[in-house]
């Protein structure tokens, strides 16, 4: 399985030097115990899209067990990054589950400003599900519901965007489509609002290469004017 999460950059030389120079490691947060966590650049290649690393980033873990009770232990995983040169604004994607993405975020945020991306489901979900590049939407999930006892719904079926109902109850509870499943090139992919994407299918599998699917996906949504660009963080 596969998890991407896109956002992009205003300085892309200062990008450049922190993850896409070779080997490099540094400090992105500490334990309390006041024990380094960092991120580790193990490799940088060129590609057709700008520059692909391969890197590891030290995470805690907590761990409980009858002698010791609860501890932390700190644990390190891989993750791959990729920066787009070509696009406007440049684009990285991360390609690490959500919990750590925030985390890699952090250094790369003290270097440079990142810009926001959203994928607007909701303002353009006409277009998408008319789009012949989708092949199918399986999954809707809903949040912002205009109810106090409701924080999430959700969706599930083939050919969602035939059901007249989906639309009809997404506006009489006032909700948002934070997400939706779209079958592209074959692929089943979870298409989140905060430029998210996630596929089971193993990176092996993906037609074409990892950057390149995920990016080309992309670029059918900006197609349709579904990505947008908000101020930058910092």
């Known amino acids: 399985m596969v998890s991407c999460k896109f956002v992009g950059v205003e300085n892309i030389d200062a990008v450049k030097d922190l993850i896409f120079s070779g080997k490099n490691e540094f400090v992105y947060d500490k334990t309390r115990e006041g024990e380094e966590l960092k991120i580790y650049v ?25 002698t010791r009770g609860n501890f932390q232990v700190v644990v390190s995983e891989s993750f791959e990054i990729q920066l787009y040169v070509n696009e406007q604004p440049p684009l990285l ?16 945020r003290s270097k440079t400003q990142l810009i926001t991306i959203i994928f607007d489901l909701s303002g353009k979900y006409e ?3 008319s ?18 006892y409701l924080e999430k719904a959700a969706f599930y079926g083939r050919k969602i965007t035939y059901s007249p109902i989906v639309e ?63 101020q930058p963080l910092y």
Request: proline letters at 6%; charged letters at 25%; one cysteine or more.
């Open 127 to 129: 277009k998408i599900k």
């Open 42 to 66: 193990d490799s940088t290649e060129k590609n057709k899209y700008g520059f692909l690393s391969k890197c590891y980033i030290d995470y805690i873990v907590n761990l409980y067990n009858r």
């Open 93 to 108: 994607a991360i390609f690490a589950p959500k919990n750590l993405a925030q985390k890699i975020l952090y250094p790369i």
């Open 131 to 148: 789009h012949p590049a989708f092949q199918d939407v399986k999954q809707l999930k809903l949040s912002n519901i205009a109810d106090p």
């Open 168 to 230: 009809t109850i997404a506006v009489s509870i006032g909700a948002k489509f934070n997400a939706l499943a779209i079958v592209y090139r074959n692929i089943w992919v979870l298409v989140t609002a905060d430029a998210r994407m996630f596929t089971p299918i193993p990176a092996r599998k993906l037609p074409g290469t990892k950057p390149g699917f995920f990016l080309d996906l992309y670029k059918e949504l900006k197609k349709i004017d579904a990505v947008k660009y908000q």
